[in-house]
């Protein structure tokens, strides 16, 4: 993925380089605020906490600098096994990167999970953590600022700095301060590259948002999806064939997928079809079926099998 990008000597003295992650409670705005960074939608974000299973990177690009985004699920107590492979996953990313941002939203009391996670942060030595209080438009002056001097009390943050991805208050700011934390070092990817994420699991990942589109309730975290092709159409620049599967756990999930006739389903197709359009800007033709991979979330064979391999 690529966008227009004004030139950039990366040879210069002085150009830094590096990692940060954001960490926080599921639904506390880590992928929104990687969005808003990077300036696109890499990460899929949605209204219910754990939608976020892989780690995805978005590039940030400065003429000074380029900050390279970690996206962690949200960490919480491992309920099965997929559970058990997000924790790990969070932890190892933490002593990888350069700089850790902690997310805790305005709107929310700071709770046992901000403590936990606060208390597992206190262990990752020699990593910066920036303290982030996030959505800010969602709460008054007075509180955002008692949820500054809260979250200052969690632990030893170089930062805190108060963001609304949603407006894009101090997402510049927030960025500059990342930077800072990095060291010097050359480009570490292309001018204009946004994600080093393969295509093919970026589009699986806007399927997977479609299909969980107004069926969240019911079925939060049973969906997974595969893109088992996507080529060019033979003879057309213009057209792209993708070839997807959606897996749930039950029969009864895959009715709800499926809907009346179909209906659902045809849906989940025409917007996940425009959602991967826009990202990929030519026309798709989309092949979505779907199958039902019992208990995969409790399943290691199923679990390698749909991407999830630890
Ligand atoms: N009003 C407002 N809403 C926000 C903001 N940032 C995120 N949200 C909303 O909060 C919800 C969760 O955001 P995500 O970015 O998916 O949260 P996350 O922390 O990545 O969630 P997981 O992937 O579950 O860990 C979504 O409905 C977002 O639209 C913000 O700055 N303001």
Redesign the pocket.
């Known amino acids: 993925m690529t966008s227009p990008q004004t030139t950039t000597d990366t040879t210069a003295g002085g150009f830094k380089s590096g990692f940060a992650c954001?960490i926080?409670?599921?639904?506390?705005?880590?992928?929104?605020?990687?969005?808003?960074l990077v300036g696109t939608k890499v990460?899929?974000?949605?209204?219910?906490?754990?939608?976020?299973?892989r780690a995805i990177r978005g590039i940030v690009h400065r003429p000074d600098a380029q900050l390279i985004v970690v996206?962690?699920?949200?960490l919480h107590k491992p309920r099965t096994l997929l559970g058990e492979r997000l924790d790990s996953l969070v932890r190892s990313t933490l002593t990888e990167v350069d700089v850790i941002g902690f997310?805790v939203?305005a709107?929310e009391k700071v709770g046992p999970g901000d403590r936990f996670i606060a208390r597992e942060l206190a262990n990752v030595r020699g990593t910066p953590v920036v303290a982030i209080v996030?959505?800010?438009?969602?709460a008054d002056r007075g509180q955002v600022a008692e949820q500054l001097l809260r979250v200052e009390r969690l632990g030893d943050f170089t930062d805190i700095v108060p963001?609304?991805?949603?407006?894009g208050?101090q997402v510049d700011l927030l960025a500059d301060l990342l930077i800072s934390h990095l060291p010097e070092g050359m480009a570490l990817y292309p001018e204009g590259d946004l994600t080093d994420e393969p295509e093919h699991v970026l589009v699986a990942e806007l399927i997977r948002e479609a299909a969980l589109e107004g069926v969240r309730d019911e079925l939060p975290h049973s969906i997974a999806v595969v893109v088992d092709e996507m080529s060019p159409r033979e003879g057309r620049d213009d057209l792209v064939d993708v070839y997807a599967h959606l897996f749930v756990e039950r029969p009864s999930q895959k009715a709800i997928v499926i809907g009346r006739k179909g209906s659902r389903l045809r849906e989940v197709g025409t917007a996940a079809r425009k959602q991967i359009e826009a990202l990929l800007g030519v026309r798709i033709y989309l092949d979505l079926r779907i199958s039902v991979a019992k208990d995969w979330q409790r399943d290691p064979k199923q679990l390698r099998r749909l991407g999830f391999d630890a």
């Open positions: 954001f926080g409670r599921p639904n506390v705005g880590k992928s929104t605020l990687m969005n808003a990460a899929i974000t949605s209204s219910r906490p754990q939608t976020t299973r996206d962690t699920p949200g997310c939203p709107d996030t959505k800010t438009d969602l963001v609304s991805a949603a407006r208050f």
